[in-house]
């Protein structure tokens, strides 16, 4: 198994920017894709992003592409996602999520591990 641990959520007015970190321990990673999804109170959870670790390969949601980046810092198993220029409807608590078979897909069910989230407030 993995242990993921959100970090970098917080407060910030619309345009503004946050990095959220994921630190992953507990198994060495091969063919893994890391993912970030976020929910919103009341709406099911939904893909946001995702990193194939080996080629670092990305994928993204329409509704964050050219706005945030998704990157993986490999010597500290660690997985980034920036977010620039964030509106209200960024609000949401942030998940990271580990699919061991590496098949990058933007589906929940997809993936095997996941952290505790990672509150993100955007306000107008």
């Known amino acids: 198994q993995v242990q993921l641990v959100e970090s970098g959520g917080g407060l910030v007015q619309a345009g503004g920017s946050l990095r959220l970190s994921c630190a992953a321990s507990?198994?060495?990673?091969?063919?893994?894709?890391m993912g970030w999804f976020r929910q919103a109170p009341g709406k099911e959870r939904e893909f946001v992003a995702a990193?194939?670790?080996?080629?670092?390969?990305?994928y993204y949601a329409d509704s964050v592409k050219g706005r945030f980046t998704i990157s993986r810092d490999g010597a500290k198993n660690t997985v980034y996602l920036q977010m620039n220029s964030l509106k209200p409807e960024d609000t949401a608590v942030y998940y990271c999520?580990?699919?061991?078979?590496?098949?990058?897909?933007?589906?929940?069910?997809?993936?095997?591990?996941w952290g505790q989230g990672a509150q993100v407030t955007v306000s107008s």
């Open positions: 999520a580990a699919d061991f078979l590496g098949g990058g897909s933007r589906t929940t069910s997809a993936y095997h591990s």
């Open positions: 990193i194939r670790w080996i080629s670092a390969g990305t």
């Open positions: 507990g198994r060495t990673f091969s063919s893994v894709t």
